[in-house]
């Protein structure tokens, strides 16, 4: 069953984020065409780009987009390839041709029932926002695409190894659809054999050993917030401004998805 919750983002309209949960893996195709963009669109792409990379800190590499996405009982997404430039551009264009990039997140959680957030580096194009552990996904050198695959690379690079290597299970979650930009998001549930504690140290560990080798963590900070109903409203309520459209009509509307506990009466 699709979920819908309404967002309301700065300087766009009232957008809708949508949650589709399932048990079945979705499937990627992979007979990606480029996307059409029309002469006078990528010439304003190519202007944009050069505004927002000024400074030359971001790789306009290959992006892929989704073209259609089926809510069933076997999930199916059907995309084209763009960039990295038109996905910045649809960001901020709402009204163009979009860049619906797909990509996938670890709803990470602790043995002792914390929520495992990311935030975002500064040097990244959004820096300091809060989310799940994930990003892009991208094509195999065998021409697949496997969307838990990629979530398994984007936890160990943004996380550390030792959070797969903890897993208890690592199972399919749900997709989401619609917000700003309408990107579509795979997420997968990873519960750990970690408490809080343990995953905070684990953490600590990753960044201790990406500056030995002189790399920049694109998480440099996490949030390990307690899956607790008052616990939850009031850090949606603190970080409404930094959090992706996602994360708080997902917190906040479907709790027997994530083992919120409620408050013990007394």
Not at 214 to 224: A, T
Not at 236 to 249: E, F, I, T
């Amino acid at each position: 069953m699709v979920r819908e919750y309404s967002t309301l983002f700065t300087g766009t309209i009232l957008s809708t984020v949508h949650f589709h949960f399932s048990k079945t893996e979705v499937a990627i195709s992979t007979n990606a065409l480029p996307l059409s963009l029309p002469d006078e669109e990528r010439s304003s792409i190519e202007e944009h780009w050069r505004k927002v990379n000024a400074d030359g800190r971001f790789f306009n590499g290959p992006v892929l987009a989704a073209t259609q996405v089926e809510l069933s009982d076997a999930p199916a997404i059907r995309i084209s390839t763009s960039d990295y430039a038109h996905y910045l551009y649809s960001n901020a264009h709402p009204l163009g041709t979009p860049c619906r990039a797909v990509y996938c997140a670890a709803v990470i959680i602790t043995c002792d029932n914390y929520l495992l957030l990311g935030q975002m580096a500064s040097t990244t194009s959004s820096p300091g926002r809060i989310q799940f552990v994930g990003g892009n996904v991208e094509i195999a050198k065998d021409g697949t695409i496997d969307s838990r695959e990629c979530c398994e690379r984007e936890v160990t690079e943004e996380v550390g190894a030792q959070f797969l290597n903890s897993a208890t299970d690592f199972t399919p979650l749900c997709i989401k659809t619609g917000g700003k930009g309408d990107h579509v998001g795979v997420f997968y549930r990873l519960h750990l054999n970690l408490t809080a504690s343990e995953a905070r140290s684990a953490f600590a560990d990753h960044l201790a050993a990406l500056r030995a080798r002189n790399e920049n963590p694109e998480l440099p900070r996490i949030h390990l917030m307690e899956l607790q109903s008052e616990t939850v409203r009031d850090f949606c309520a603190r970080h409404a401004g930094q959090m992706v459209d996602y994360l708080s009509p997902l917190l906040t509307n479907h709790s027997h998805h994530l083992a919120i506990r409620e408050p013990k009466s007394t």
